[in-house]
């Protein structure tokens, strides 16, 4: 799944990685005229998408409420059908944060505010990192902003048997698309790092006061087993989802890495974020966020241009599509080979490794 070698590529990173690119003249980059078509959002589209994201979602969570007057299951089965729509909220949450949701930077953060409530995470602290993720993917040597914690395989037989185990556990699917969604979604964005600067300190507490309010509020209206069997399986199966397509748009099968020196905004956008091409109602359900490749070589594309601007770039067209069935199957690679620059299972790690220690006893 390589790259065509007509792709040209730039090892110089644009001021502005994190919220797209405004011009060519202004950025360096050629193709940033040629998508500015694109990121321009809508007012009418972007209600349309917000309706048919939080609108159902809400729809469907007060529907399986009444459903409990019928039967339990009833609104187990609203809570599994919300999750979709929770996780398009999300996507929507990260276009605010991106400034491509709404016309004007005063509505993307008022927007994004309320969602981040809504989908668990403080807007302006997630917005920062997020922004760090942009500027840092694919760059082995600035890994650790905002993506899956993943070690080069000499690294990985660098750490004792107890740092292999914890890696080989993080990195398990029951582990990383089971436990993670509790992790990542509920508990990680509650807590206030240390080093966190004041603005993202008090975007943290803002939220979570927010949400105690809130959920405190519901438990009260509705009751806490309400609650817990509308949103329980909601968020867990939308976070589920939303990990996994975090991990296929940049861990996949023909994906790159570089060290500093060698990072190109243009190769870490087209080589390193993947463009997963799903069944129609997947892509509606996931936001057109398998569009990874377009939106991280200009993140002021909301959502809903995404497609638009991929059919329409040459550019594009030479980025291989990843397959469902690929992407499903991306969970096996675990480790980074630098000297194979590719992604491989523990079983190939070890056939490497033996085969290097092998070759410097011999020598």
């Not at 209600?47 to 007060?62: D, F």
Request: net charge positive; hydrophobic share 50%; aromatic share 10%.
């Amino acid at each position: 799944m390589a790259i065509a070698a007509t792709i040209p590529t730039s090892n110089v990173a644009p001021s502005g990685e994190a919220n797209g690119l405004a011009s060519s003249a202004e950025s360096g980059f050629w193709w940033a005229d040629e998508l500015a078509v694109y990121a321009r959002p809508t007012l009418r589209r972007s209600m349309s998408c917000l309706a048919s994201s939080l609108g159902v979602y809400l729809a469907l969570c007060v529907g399986a409420y009444f459903a409990m007057r019928v039967s339990v299951w009833l609104t187990l089965a609203g809570g599994v059908l919300a999750s979709p729509f929770l996780l398009r909220t999300y996507i929507v949450f990260h276009d605010c944060t991106h400034g491509s949701f709404l016309p004007t930077k005063r509505a993307n953060i008022w927007l994004g505010s309320v969602l981040g409530v809504i989908v668990y995470a403080p807007f302006h602290n997630w917005r920062h990192n997020h922004a760090m993720h942009h500027a840092t993917a694919a760059d082995l040597d600035r890994r650790g902003h905002g993506d899956v914690a993943t070690l080069t395989v000499a690294e990985y037989y660098q750490r004792d048997l107890r740092g292999r185990l914890g890696y080989r556990l993080f990195r398990n699917p029951l582990v990383m698309f089971g436990l993670g969604p509790l992790f990542a979604m509920i508990i990680a964005p509650r807590i206030v790092p240390k080093t966190a600067r004041p603005r993202m300190r008090r975007s943290v507490q803002a939220t979570n006061a927010a949400l105690a309010v809130l959920v405190a509020g519901l438990c009260l209206l509705i009751g806490w087993r309400a609650f817990l069997l509308i949103e329980g399986p909601a968020a867990m199966l939308a976070g589920a989802a939303g990990i996994w397509l975090f991990y296929v748009q940049h861990q996949f099968e023909g994906t790159t890495w570089e060290r500093r020196e060698e990072w190109s905004y243009l190769d870490a956008a087209l080589k390193g974020s993947s463009y997963l091409k799903l069944p129609k109602v997947l892509q509606f359900c996931t936001g057109n966020i398998g569009l990874h490749h377009v939106h991280h070589l200009n993140a002021r594309i909301p959502n809903y241009n995404l497609q638009a601007a991929h059919d329409a770039m040459p550019i594009f067209q030479a980025v291989p599509a990843l397959t469902l069935g690929e992407a499903l199957r991306a969970s096996r690679l675990k480790l980074w080979d630098e000297d194979a620059k590719r992604l491989v299972t523990f079983t190939d790690a070890h056939s490497a490794f033996a085969r290097a220690a092998s070759a410097t006893t011999s020598s």
